[in-house]
C-alpha cells in the first residue's frame, strides 16, 4: 500500500506529493494528469521488477524521452525522482514457498534516474536509490489512519542501517549499499553511473528479506484497463490466474479460485446476485479439448448465457467483484473511470465493489490481519462525488510554474463554504470546475 507518493520530473510532475489512502479517488478534468500518476506507479512497479529500465521505459505509454517533464522552453529534464512511503505485509514468500519475516513493514524507498545520451543514444540509468524504515516520529499517517488498538499488529520497525543506501566519494562518484536483514550480514555495493536495473529489483529473498518484501509489493502495483471485448474472451489452459490488466483472464480466475476454495465461488455469487437479483449461479466451463474454459451465468428463469452476451457493465462488475473475493489479491489496484459504459444506476454498485476491496483498518484485528489492499481511481464525473467517502477525494488541476504547467491535488471537503487560501475545495466549486470543462478547453485552444 502506497501512503505517501512524490515525484518529480516524469510527465506532468513537478515536487509532487500527495498522502494515500487506502481507498483514494482523484477526480478532475481531463488533460491534468490522472492518468499520469497511474502510469507514474505502473512505471515504479516495472522498475521494481525483473526488467531493466529501458525495458520499463518501453512499457510505459509515451516514448521514453517524452516520460521526463517537457519544459516550456523547449528542453526536457535529465532526472526523475521518486519517493514512496509504503505499508507492506509482515512476512513474505519466496518462490521455494519458504516463508520469511520481514524486519520492518513501514518503509521508505526513493529513486533517481538520470537520463544521459551515450553514442548518440538517449539512455537512462539509476543515479540513486534508498530504501529504509519509516521510524515512529515521523510516521503521522499511520497515527492518523490506523486505530492505535489496531497499530501494532501492521505497524513493526527494526532498528538498524538502511537496507539500501547511496554514499557520496570523495571522488565525486557514487556507490550503492544493499545491506542484508540479519545481524551483522554482509553487503553488496553497486557503483553508480552504469546501472541500468534498480538495486531492488535484484534482492534475494533469503539474504534480503525485507527488500525482496517491498519488490513484491511494487510488483503487486496494477492498472487496471478492464476491455470488455477482451473480458468476453475464453481463457486458455495456459492462461495466468491472476487478472490480467484488461481482465481477458476472467474465466481463469475463476476457476481457479473455484479450485482453491469451495466456498469462494458462492461468495462471488452473493455478490453479483445482491447487484442482479435476476441471476441464480455462476460457472466455468470447458469449451474446447485444449482446456479452454468460459464463464457460464444461470438466471433463475433457467436461461443460461456464456460471458460472449453478458452486458460490458455486468462483465467489468463480475471481474471486480472476482478481484473483491480472492484470497490472493493484494497490493495497489489503480482504476480509471469506472463510469465508462456503466449505467448510472450501477455506477454506485461498482463503486461500493471497489470500496469493499480496500483494506478497513478501523475493522481490522487479531494476530494475522488480512491481505494488503488498496484501490485508486481517477474520474472526471461529478456523479461519483456523492457515492465515495468524503474524506478520500483529491481535485486534481493543472498549476502554472515558471517550468510550466504541473499537476496538483486538492483535498475535497463536503461543507458549503469555500477555502480562500486553495487548502481544500467544495463539493458544489468541484462540480462548476467540470461543468465548464469543455468551455475551458474551447478558450484555450482559442487562445482566449
Known sequence: MITRIEISGFKSFHNFAADLLPFQVFI???????????DAIVLLSDLAGDHTLEEAFNRSRGEPNELFTFHPDGTRANKMIFGVEVLIGRSVTEPGGK????????????????????????????????????????????????????????????????????QEE???????????????GGREAFTVGALDKTV????????????YA?????????????????????????????????????????GRISKENDKTLPGVVKDMTKMIPEMKTLSVKP??????????VELKDGSKF???????????????VSLKNDPKHRGVLCFEEPENGVQPQRLKQILDVLYALATNFDSESGETPAPIRQVLINTHSPGLLANVPADSLFFVSMKNDPKGRETRVIPVRPVLIADDSDQFYTWEQVKQYLDSDP??????????
Do not use: C
Open 200 to 211: 531492488l529489483s535484484s534482492s534475494n529473498p533469503l539474504r534480503f528479506p525485507t527488500a
Open 99 to 166: 516463508t520469511m519475516a520481514v524486519g520492518s513493514t513501514r518503509l521508505r524507498y526513493e529513486l533517481e534516474i538520470e537520463s544521459r545520451t551515450e553514442d548518440g543514444k538517449e539512455r537512462v540509468f539509476v543515479q540513486r536509490e534508498e530504501l529504509f524504515t519509516l521510524a515512529d516520529s515521523a510516521d503521522k499517517w499511520m497515527k492518523e489512519h490506523v486505530p492505535t488498538k489496531n497499530r501494532k499488529n501492521w505497524a513493526i520497525r527494526e532498528k538498524r542501517p538502511p537496507y539500501i543506501a547511496t
Open 28 to 38: 478532475g478534468p481531463n488533460g491534468v494528469g490522472k492518468t499520469n500518476l497511474f
Open 170 to 184: 570523495k571522488d565525486g562518484g557514487a556507490t550503492i549499499f544493499r545491506n542484508q536483514d540479519a545481524p551483522g
Open 214 to 254: 517491498i519488490k513484491q509489493e511494487m510488483q503487486n502495483w496494477r492498472f487496471l484497463q478492464l476491455n470488455p471485448s477482451a473480458l468476453r474472451n475464453r481463457s486458455d489452459s495456459q492462461a495466468p490466474t491472476s487478472l490480467l490488466p484488461d481482465g481477458s483472464n476472467l474465466a481463469a480466475v475463476l
Open 439 to 448: 468551455l475551458n478547453r474551447k478558450r484555450e485552444e482559442l487562445g482566449l
Open 287 to 296: 469449451v474446447s479439448d485444449r482446456g479452454d474454459s468460459v464463464v457460464e
Open 306 to 320: 456464456s460471458s460472449r452476451v453478458l452486458s460490458d457493465g455486468t462483465l467489468r462488475l463480475l471481474a471486480l
